[in-house]
């Protein structure tokens, strides 16, 4: 009798602690995603959040190109933050900054001291297809991001433009 009320003081106290599973509670469990889930989640939440700013931008009178230019300006002062930046530097920043698509690639087709030229594709795009957020068109995306990072660039001194061509973005971003 001993023995039984010690462990079913232990299973009271476990409980209120929160120690045992929350199945045994709630009569369900939470999820637990996989590492390719996470990614995947996470990339379609944030190319929701892209075409919802733009989908609100539009709705207010304004154009993807515009709320680019706005969200670039506001990340200024991080990339200003950036030790040792220079055109490079930069275009590896972009690339970093885009690898949280799991397609992304990047080529970098000519490069100096004051001038980089490549080409990249696969961020986002293929969600873009996959359904109609907010009716943002495949153009104000890419203008968005266009338009973002001429922002940016302009705020550290470079000149950034690109263009679509086919399945890449084609971009040359140059000291001013």
Known sequence: MKKSSVQIFCVVILMSLNLLPQSDKKGFELPKLTMEQRWETAEGNLVYFIISGI??????????AEFGTWTGKIG????KSIDSMNISRFVQEISANKQQFRDFQMEILESSTSLVRGRMKGY????????DWGGVTQKEYEQFFSYKWMAIGDCLGYGYKQEVLGEWTYFTAKQK
């Open 55 to 64: 989908s609100y931008a539009k709705s207010k009178g304004q154009t993807a």
């Open 124 to 131: 986002g795009l293929n969600w873009l297809k996959m359904m």
């Open 76 to 79: 200024c002062p991080y990339w």
